[in-house]
């Protein structure tokens, strides 16, 4: 008898355990809405995590931040969206974001966040004509090159040019970089660009940045800002600045394969090579690494030249791929709760301060003032670059097909860079890929 | 006790019933649902009829996908089960450190595929460094690549249940085979390997359905790469899943074209193994 009684009190023990568990959730979603931001970026979790406790506790707003893992935003947006707890506020990456979430993402035409846009038309526009993402920093990427290296260069004899401000053409830069490559030893580098990497999964700087500005001079002569075929008109200026890379790098082509990101990134910050092609987020990279040999005010932007016509006058790659958009299928109080929520981000002092100072963000909103811009050596060369009156390209990348086009891509490449595929088979790879993935994402 | 066994065998079957239908048969019946249908979430979705079938079936890619898979599956299942029955064969004999040694050979089983994926990535590239190759060179590196991972991984395991296998076999019988003049081969052959069969059904079953299934290991050594020669099946579902825009539908509909092959290819193998098997 006793043992059964035992028995039996361990067996309610056990069920009320696993019902607590279910019932805990239910007293938090009260009438006032609570705001649950999924992060795309894994390198600021702390930084958004603090900022929602500040908010939590300036406002009594809940605020819940998830960061989803490097590269697996979309798959974490997919479970957790579906879920009846599902993120109020997250984010798309451009046209073809908006594509896919285009049943979640809510209008935000009549927000005081997209009215105080600097410039509107930034913003992700669906066929009504509603506002359905709102982008919140702007990025930019170019040629990062150590100007100690570039300095001692220049003072050399017979250099092909006195200052960086001297390559305005790629015909230049293949000259002065050739030149380097040559007296590489004399210079102390391993090459004169970092390491091209193609490892897959690591390619979106060719695939993907690279190729935007190919991409971009086809759009403007044809006058467009998507195409559903492209005739990869300007593949060889691809090819140009790509073979550039290749051929003046620190690592044999060969080996390319086993090289990623953070590589190229150690190489530049180790003062192995004079120059990287990335953008204004990689300098917390070059910052973290061990052994650190580049001076913070050494580390400067030039465009990347590919030969096109008229590129004297050519700027950064400047753009977005971080829009904001907010869950239209979640409660009133929960989208309005994340409309005041990012309100708030662009307009309070705290909240300012976060999003350039902590997150580095160059934030595209009226409410920002001149001083209130990151302080890092790469955002700051950027925003010369943009006052310089120099023509930015904008990142028509938004509009590649998909992850796919840009994986088939990265692996042509990877294996031109070896040797095993004929340039115009990447072309005809690139072309085919583009209207069969153009054509999945039309249906 | 058996009639108030079979009164309860309700109420005691019922929570295992439950977490098996909600863990394994409702989600299967939704996955084969959702195959059907066109969705971004799977709470959001639209019926559009065998279209993705239709699509999985006419991507070049799929098929690459199983063909390569099966060409690794036949590799990987042979060198695996011949390997991992010699390894058995050695450490059942008795001799010193056997324990040790069945230790170091299970190992490898309890490293996760990714971190594999990616000790074997940096070790093949670096032997291969000295031809100034990487494994992403050609698909028949990342083919071997993914055939030595597997063998290392699974072998240790294989080799368990062999050992098991192997130490049941009754010494009566050896005994008797001894006396009658059996040489060891025909005592390997004629004995030990009817009286094992049962082990390999099971290690047969597991080595083809792991090759099948293998994903993290690929997605860890090559990615697919160059070109998604390397791709498996699995990694294929994965990438058309999440790779594609608007194609989570046709990701579905491969999974479950993949669920039926694996089945019918697991199910045939057990029955036609399963005829060999010898009472004792």
């Known amino acids: ?443 | 006790m058996d009639k108030n066994l079979k009164k309860y065998f309700p109420i005691f079957v019922l929570p295992t019933l439950l977490a098996f239908f909600i863990a394994f048969v409702i989600p299967f019946i939704m996955g084969v649902y959702l195959s059907f249908c066109d969705f971004t979430t799977v709470t959001n979705a639209k019926w559009v009829g065998i279209d993705n079938y239709i699509k999985a079936f006419t991507n070049k890619e799929f098929l690459n996908a199983l063909w390569f898979t099966i060409r690794f599956a036949v590799v990987a299942v042979i060198s695996v089960n011949v390997f991992g029955f010699l390894l058995a064969l050695l450490l059942t004999r008795g001799i010193r450190g056997t324990n040790v040694f069945r230790t170091v050979f299970f190992m490898p089983n309890l490293i996760g595929g990714i971190v594999l994926g990616y000790i074997w990535q940096s070790m093949i590239n670096g032997v291969l460094a000295k031809y100034q190759v990487t494994m992403l060179m050609d698909a028949k590196y990342g083919f071997w690549g993914l055939v030595i991972l597997m063998n290392w991984q699974l072998i240790g395991y294989i080799m368990i249940i062999y050992i098991a296998g192997l130490q049941n076999i009754s010494p009566d019988l050896m005994e008797a085979a001894k006396i009658d003049g059996a040489t060891s081969w025909q005592a390997l052959i004629k004995i030990k390997i009817p009286m094992v069969m049962p082990s390999i059904t099971i290690c047969l079953f597991l080595t083809i359905a792991n090759s099948f299934k293998m994903f993290d290991q690929n997605l860890a050594l090559t990615a697919g790469g160059p070109s998604n020669k390397t791709t498996m099946m699995a990694l294929d579902i994965y990438n058309t899943f999440y790779g594609k825009v608007g194609f989570e539908g046709v990701g579905q509909a491969k999974a479950v074209v993949f669920f039926v092959i694996v089945a019918i290819i697991g199910i045939s193998q057990v029955v036609l193994s399963r005829k060999k098997e010898v009472e004792s």
């Open chain 1, 1 to 443: 008898m006793k043992k059964k009684l035992v028995a039996a009190a361990l067996c309610m023990a056990m069920t009320a355990v696993t019902l607590a568990g279910c019932g805990e959730k239910k007293g938090a979603s009260a009438a006032e809405g609570s705001v649950y931001y999924l992060n795309f970026k894994p390198e600021v979790t702390d930084i958004w995590e603090e900022i929602a406790q500040k908010y939590t506790e300036e406002t009594g707003v809940k605020v819940k931040v998830v960061t989803a893992a490097g590269g697996n935003y979309e798959s974490t947006l997919k479970s957790e969206i579906a879920k009846s707890d599902a993120p109020t506020l997250f984010q798309i990456n451009g046209p073809i974001g908006y594509q896919s979430w285009k049943d979640y993402c809510a209008d935000l035409s009549d927000t005081d966040f997209y009215k105080a846009l600097t410039d509107p038309s930034l913003a992700i526009k669906g066929d009504d004509g509603g506002v359905y993402g709102v982008p919140y920093t702007i990025e930019g990427y170019g040629i990062i090159y150590n100007d100690e290296i570039m300095q001692k260069y220049f003072a050399m004899e017979g250099a092909a040019a006195s200052s960086v401000d001297e390559i305005t053409s790629f015909d230049k830069l293949k000259a002065v970089v050739e030149d380097m490559q040559s007296k590489k030893d004399a210079l102390g580098i391993k090459g004169v660009f970092a390491s091209t990497s193609l490892l897959p999964g690591e390619e979106w700087r060719w695939q993907t940045h690279l190729a935007n500005i190919p991409v971009y001079a086809e759009y403007r002569d044809k006058d467009v800002e998507d195409l559903k075929e492209i005739d990869f008109t300007y593949a060889d200026n691809f090819k140009n600045t790509f073979d550039l890379y290749l051929n003046n790098s620190s690592t044999e082509p060969t080996m390319l394969g086993s090289k990623g990101v953070n590589d190229s990134m150690a190489e530049f910050a180790l003062g192995q090579v004079a120059m990287v092609q990335n953008g204004n987020w990689a300098w917390s990279q070059i910052g973290e690494v061990q052994g650190n040999v580049v001076k913070e005010e050494n580390i400067k932007f030039m465009p990347i030249y590919t030969g096109l016509e008229g590129e004297e006058n050519q700027g950064l790659c400047i753009g977005t791929e971080n829009y904001f958009s907010i869950n239209s299928q979640t409660s009133e109080a929960n989208q309005k709760a994340s409309i005041d929520f990012v309100n708030w981000l662009i307009n309070s002092d705290t909240g300012k301060d976060y999003m350039t100072n902590k997150l580095g963000n160059v934030a595209p909103f009226t409410t920002f003032n001149d001083e209130e811009k990151p302080q890092d050596p790469l955002a700051k060369s950027m925003l010369d670059s943009m006052e310089s009156g120099k023509e930015s390209i904008p990142w028509v990348f938004t509009t590649f097909p998909s992850q796919t086009f840009k994986d088939n891509f990265g692996a042509a490449l990877l294996e031109y860079a070896q040797g095993s595929m004929e340039w115009s088979d990447v072309v005809n790879t690139v072309k085919e890929q583009w209207k069969a993935e153009k054509a999945a994402v039309q249906e």
